[in-house]
T-cell receptor, first 115, second 113 residues
């Protein structure tokens, strides 16, 4: 099966620092990856669509300067939370679309805690 | 726009009970429909899907039938286990060809021994 891996799975940082989360498709190429944020009452919010070799497309209300997304290769997308604050604490989940197919595969999620 | 509505949880059942989690959708046309499951502390996994009306998706004892008449895709399992405790999301693809998924709010299932 197709595997998507996120790293780190958990990260704790101080307020004002930046944190990078990686999303890798391990055994397939992914032209498109998506980043979601999951809130405490479990609802999933799509933050942005990440396309290999081009700028990410952000959903309305998501600050692009706050949440930097880079999709430098067909197997890696990164989300950097810049100048993190406690309200950025959340569970971030990525998904990857297998190139040429429609199905999405999800990473195991990354829990960010900002102190 | 397209949307998905799920029943609110949590749903608490005893082991071997029958499960139904309701899902209805609003969409243009007849999109594929999905159920995803999220176990505690993990990401989402595709549980089952149906690609056209009257299709039945099934996996791990779970079933859901694509009903265009009632625009529904209810998830059912005849006998739940403690290990089924998780959050279940109904979803459909956005119609803008972006491959984005539109998720319901999720329903938490707790199965007690």
């Amino acid at each position: 099966g197709a595997v998507v891996s996120q790293h780190p799975s958990r990260v704790i940082c101080k307020s004002g620092t930046s944190v990078k989360i990686e999303c890798r498709s391990l055994d397939f190429q992914a032209t498109t990856m998506f980043w979601y944020r999951q809130f405490p009452k479990q609802s999933l919010m799509l933050m942005a669509t990440s396309n290999e070799g081009s700028k990410a497309t952000y959903e309305q209300g998501v600050e692009k300067d706050k949440f930097l997304i880079n999709h430098a290769s067909l197997t890696l997308s990164t989300l950097t939370v810049t100048s993190a604050h406690p309200e950025d604490s959340s569970f971030y989940i990525c998904s990857a679309r297998k190139t040429g197919a429609g199905e999405l595969f999800f990473g195991e999620g990354s829990r960010l805690t900002v102190l | 726009g397209d949307s998905v509505t799920q029943m609110e949880g949590p749903v608490t059942l005893s082991e071997e009970a029958f499960l139904t989690i309701n899902c209805t959708y609003t969409a243009t046309g007849y999109p594929s429909l999905f159920w995803y499951v999220q176990y505690p502390g993990e990401g989402l996994q595709l549980l089952l899907k149906a690609t056209k009306a009257d299709d039945k998706g099934s996996n791990k004892g779970f079933e859901a039938t694509y009903r265009k008449e009632t625009t529904s895709f209810h998830l059912e399992k005849g006998s739940v286990q403690v290990s089924d405790s998780a959050v279940y999301f109904c979803a459909l693809p956005a119609m803008d060809s972006s491959y984005k998924l539109i998720f319901g709010s999720g329903t938490r299932l707790l199965v007690r021994p």
